[in-house]
């Protein structure tokens, strides 16, 4: 029989009608067939009142007591939620997270899971009960109840729903699903009816307050199909599945306050990135977009944004690293915004990129900087017109209008895609090894591209419209463009550098050198054979460390970083043809990851 998960969190059982309308869904839900595991948080702010309480006890509540504590929320919704469900006529029974069999280790406060059964949930299951589960709780080895970290609702419903192959893991919120953009921007902006987990990842901002990063990572490790619906309302919400290539665009996103940092006339030689992340890292700034494009006249620069609130201190780490260096100069600016489609189509359609700028161009928006992964393109804008900026892409792109898309489609695919793991014990032991890494591994996979060639256009005219020019010339021939970099240029000139499949080439600089012949000045060079490395993982944004040890890592091999482009999930280096191989090994040691 199918089972389904649905996670309630607190705002969704803040109040009995809230308890009782949830209550009325699962009944719903089971009464159409299904078997219903719902995974309950503490009620509204609960959780936060638990904290305040401790505190007028102690400056310093004990751990164990603090997790005691804390689990009594969860404690409370899930028995409350099993009254209204027998008040509507169902059997259902509640179940705390030791009473499931989630066993962790005795981290209080954010405790591991260590083994998870689901015998006694398929025995209620199986005799008719819905189950209701305690979010974010478990118990150690000699039982004290333990906690998963703020927010670990998410876990227990993801690790739930993998663990019994659930049809479908439905969280249930106070939003109608994710949406194309921020409706308090766009007001056009729509509900998308299905994406994939990975642009659901790159499209963190819009997601975010939704669910947990890492729970989504998760659920794509198992596939786990995942839901995210209001529970106010009847809508069918938004389906995060592994949909393999969907629309070509189907998310937009704004980070309005950066602000933009460049080193330039830095040394074009091993290490020179590594020092500058060691210093931004040593302050824990959490760099965002960084953006190096090929040197010049022997001479690199990189570029990276930051929260505005972050400039300061990382001045003050761009200094240092100067002086470490010995060379360098520093420049920044505020009046910047970062505009991002996502969308997973765009890995085999050409001339995404170049729509997206004409449309900027079409405004008289200038791009800044440009950074690209396979399937997001991130452009840096005036600050001051990046609501107009994303209202334009939103339009230019036909966001506002649904595609005939059949959310079914999606299940059906999703449910074929699930992991073919034989017996329970074996897929058990997968998912407590993976929910046992969660929080360290940042990084979950590297990977070499061994296929490209690298092209740039020196010189061209910092205009609106250079790049819209040229990637409409590549897109018109069909090629695809994979990496885009464009560094800040104060010089009323700028370099475009990108890749592209190393058998395009030929047809690549023939176009290139004609439209080079356009701009006065503008001149072409390129290297036929380029090695793409890439690290992909969860919040490489927050986690200041990963380009610290990515570029670390690179500078150890001795090997030069040529160009670099980053995004919410991957972080991309193109170095020699002839260093890839070294540099793909130590990257993996450098990550653990062999
Ligand atoms: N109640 C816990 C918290 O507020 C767990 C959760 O809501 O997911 O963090
Ligand atoms: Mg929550």
């Known amino acids: 029989m199918s089972i389904i998960v ?26 159409a067939g299904h078997q219903v595991v719902m995974v309950v948080s503490a009620r509204g702010k609960k959780t936060d009142e638990l904290v305040r309480l401790a505190a007028e006890m102690s400056d310093q509540p004990a751990a164990r007591e603090m997790d005691m504590l804390l689990s009594t929320g969860e404690q409370e919704s899930v028995s409350l939620m099993a009254m209204a469900v027998h008040s509507l006529g169902e059997k259902a029974v509640s179940l705390t997270g030791g009473q499931i069999g989630i066993i962790t280790d005795s981290t209080f406060s954010k405790a591991r899971i260590e083994s998870i059964s689901t015998e006694r949930i398929r025995k209620h299951l199986d005799a008719g009960e819905i189950v209701i589960a305690c979010g974010f709780q478990g118990v150690d080895p000699e039982m004290n109840i333990t906690t998963l970290g703020r927010g670990g609702s998410d876990t227990t419903a993801t690790a739930l729903a993998a663990a019994l192959k659930a049809d479908e893991c439905q969280i249930y919120t106070d939003v109608e699903g994710v949406f194309t953009t921020d409706p308090r921007v766009v007001t056009e902006a729509r509900k998308v009816s299905q994406l994939a987990y990975d642009e659901m990842l790159e499209l963190a901002s819009l997601g975010a307050g939704v669910m947990h990063s890492r729970s989504i990572e998760f659920a794509k490790k198992f596939r786990v199909p995942l839901r995210v619906r209001p529970s106010f309302a009847d809508g069918e919400g938004t389906l995060i599945a592994n949909l393999g290539e969907s629309r070509v665009v189907s998310g937009l996103a704004l980070a309005r306050n950066e602000a933009r940092v460049t080193l330039a006339d830095l040394p074009d030689q091993p290490g020179v990135t590594s020092s500058i992340f060691a210093c931004m890292s040593k302050r824990k700034i959490p760099v965002d977009m960084v953006v190096q494009n090929v040197a010049v006249d022997g001479k690199a620069t990189v570029s990276f944004t930051v929260p505005e609130g972050d400039l300061a201190d990382t001045l003050t780490a761009a200094n240092e690293a100067v002086k470490i260096l010995g060379a360098g100069t520093i420049r920044s600016g505020t009046n910047v915004a970062k505009v991002s489609v996502v969308g997973s189509g765009m890995q085999s359609h050409s001339g995404v990129a170049a729509q997206m700028f004409q449309t900027l161009l079409e ?13 997001k393109i991130s452009v840096l804008v005036e600050r001051d017109r990046c609501d107009e900026a994303l209202l334009a892409v939103h339009q230019g792109f036909h966001m506002e209008t649904e595609l005939p898309q059949s959310p079914a489609v999606g299940i059906q695919q999703a449910k074929e895609q699930r992991l073919d793991v034989n017996s329970d014990e074996k897929l058990l032991s997968e998912i407590v090894g993976k929910l046992a890494n969660m929080e360290d591994i940042v990084v979950s996979e590297v990977l070499l591209d ?18 819209s020019q040229l990637f409409s010339a590549v897109a018109n021939k069909n090629i695809m463009v994979d990496m885009i970099v464009q560094n800040v240029s104060d010089t009323g000139h700028a370099e475009v550098s990108f890749t592209i499949p190393r058998t395009d080439l030929q047809k690549c600089l023939a176009l290139a050198e004609d439209l080079a012949a356009s701009w006065e000045n503008a001149t072409v060079s390129h290297e036929a054979e380029i090695d793409k490395l890439t690290v992909v993982g969860i919040g490489l944004r927050t986690h200041t460390g990963v380009g610290e040890r990515m570029f670390k890592a690179l500078a150890d091999a001795n090997i030069n ?9 991957r972080m991309s280096a193109v170095v020699d043809s002839k260093a890839g191989q070294a540099g793909f090994e130590s990257l993996q040691n450098a990550f653990h990851l062999r």
């Open 450 to 467: 061994e296929s490209q060639s690298r092209v740039t256009l020196h010189h061209i005219p910092d205009l609106p419209g250079s790049s």
């Open 6 to 31: 649905q996670k309630f969190g607190g705002t969704s059982v803040a109040n009995a009608d809230k308890i009782r309308a949830a209550a009325a869904r699962a009944v719903a839900t089971k009464q």
């Open 561 to 569: 970083i040529q160009m670099i482009n980053t995004s919410e999930i």
């Open 363 to 375: 405004k008289g928006i200038n791009l800044e900087m440009i950074t690209t992964s396979e399937i």
